[in-house]
């Protein structure tokens, strides 16, 4: 089993980005999947969650701006990031419950310039 992230890169600020999570390999359930990051110098934080239900909870600091989703069919996870912020900037990784055991994704930058 894996998870892959994608869809980093460097957008100015105010700017938009939709990162990307696919889980792929012997896969016969995905319980939650969500994004973390990691700013330099920073403990990794949360950021979102959607559950196998499909309840959803964000960090404070991104609700508004920031959106997850997931596609079932695809197996996979989306964060869209809007008014993005220099402080914004981090390394980015999802995380999901696959066959009830928790794998994290290889992380996705994103450069928020201002």
């Known amino acids: 089993v894996q998870l892959q992230a994608s869809g980093g890169g460097l957008v100015q600020a105010g700017g938009s980005l939709r990162l990307s999570c696919v889980a792929s390999?012997?896969?016969?359930?995905?319980?939650?999947m969500g994004w973390y990051r990691q700013a330099p110098g920073k403990q990794r934080e949360f950021v979102a969650t959607?559950?196998?239900?499909?309840?959803?909870i964000y960090a404070d600091s991104e609700k508004g701006r920031f959106t997850i989703s997931r596609d079932t069919t695809k197996n996979t996870a989306y964060l869209q990031m809007n008014s993005l912020k220099p402080e914004d900037t981090a390394v980015y990784y999802c995380?999901?419950?696959?066959?009830?055991?928790?794998?994290w994704g290889q992380g996705t930058l994103v450069t928020v310039s201002s």
């Open positions: 390999g012997s896969i016969v359930s995905i319980g939650g």
């Open positions: 995380n999901a419950y696959i066959n009830r055991v928790e794998y």
């Open positions: 959607i559950t196998g239900g499909g309840r959803i």
